[in-house]
């Protein structure tokens, strides 16, 4: 399904860059590996570009993005927030009517994206996170009022090339944004600490290091594979009378888990709020 489409990145930075890494890679299990040929990427910055085309051989580039849109089956909108209205300003008459505007900015509607073309174009709107990188990307998509469901299922495609996916209502976003989005930041600090609190009971910090991140990848792993819930998983290490059980309780006691219902709820408010101050400043300019 995706092999059938030609794809325009408009803004190659990191993101963009991991989905064309995954766009590309053999071997997905559910979608045949798209051409390098079939993919076009823009950014202003050409030497940047020609970084692109080392990683990724037969990759078109361009530093207009209008040669890049022009005639595009899925036009991805992956440069920054600010000044996202400029890029579609542009492109917006050389973008075919059957397209699907895929966006993967922070923060801005599938209305204000609509109203930006200022036609019926089909538009899904995407919060992935950086493990995308690595391909353990947590990627939530919503779509526009001229979305199918077919156009669902193809944003759904090229996400799952770097990671999970999961559909969800447009008024979540910014929880997303608040959960998996900005999580990776809450789960650094865990494995800091972690290591921190290895190095002093002794380990040397780059062992400690290690074990930290492994036990994180590794508990994650766990509770995605097995599709047990984390309490009863935790149950299965707490031995009665035991060290983790003595660790959990000192947990609980300095709260650990409203820390982190807090820090997901501080973060959806704040993701509203940008979104809010972004759409004020668009008016008055
Ligand atoms: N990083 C995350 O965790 C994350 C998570 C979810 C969503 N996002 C969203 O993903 C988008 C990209 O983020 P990123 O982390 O990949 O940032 P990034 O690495 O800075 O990429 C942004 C790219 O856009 C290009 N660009 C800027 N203005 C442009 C323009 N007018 N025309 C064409 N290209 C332009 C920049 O290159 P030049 O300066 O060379 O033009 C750069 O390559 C953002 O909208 C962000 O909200 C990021």
């Known amino acids: 399904m995706l092999s059938n489409h030609t794809f325009a990145f408009l803004g190659a930075g990191n993101m963009a860059r991991a989905i064309v890494g995954g766009l590309l890679r053999t071997g997905h299990e559910s979608t045949e590996a798209v051409a390098p040929s079939s ?28 040669a890049a ?80 469901d077919a156009h669902l299922a ?27 989005g900005s999580g990776p930041a809450y789960i650094y600090m865990v494995v800091e600490a972690l290591t921190d609190g290895g190095v002093k009971q002794g380990i040397p910090r780059p062992i400690a290091a290690r074990l930290a991140a492994q036990t994180v990848l590794g508990a994650a792993k766990l509770v995605v594979e097995t599709g047990k819930h984390p309490a009863i998983l935790r149950d299965e290490v707490t031995t009665p009378g035991g060290t983790a059980i003595a660790a959990v309780a000192d947990l609980e006691a300095h709260g650990l888990r409203t820390m982190l219902i807090n820090a997901v709820g501080t973060a959806t408010a704040r993701s509203a709020e940008l979104a809010r101050l972004r759409e004020e400043a668009s008016k008055a300019s």
């Open 69 to 148: 849109a022009e005639g595009a089956s899925v036009v991805v909108l992956a440069s920054k927030p600010q000044g996202f209205a400029d890029v579609v300003a542009d492109v917006k008459d050389v973008v075919r009517d059957d397209a699907l505007v895929v966006s993967i900015l922070a923060g801005i509607t599938t209305k204000q994206i609509e109203a930006a073309f200022g036609r019926e174009l089909a538009v899904v709107r995407t919060m992935p996170n950086t493990p995308a990188l690595v391909d353990e990307g947590a990627t939530a998509l919503c779509g526009g009022r001229y979305a199918t």
């Open 39 to 66: 993919v076009r990427a823009s950014r202003r910055t050409a030497s940047l570009l020609e970084e692109l085309t080392e990683s990724f051989p037969g990759l078109v580039t361009t530093t207009s993005n209008r």
């Open 154 to 180: 193809l944003a759904r495609e090229m996400f799952k090339a770097v990671g999970k996916v999961e559909i969800l209502p447009e008024h979540l976003m910014d929880a997303v944004t608040g959960l998996s």
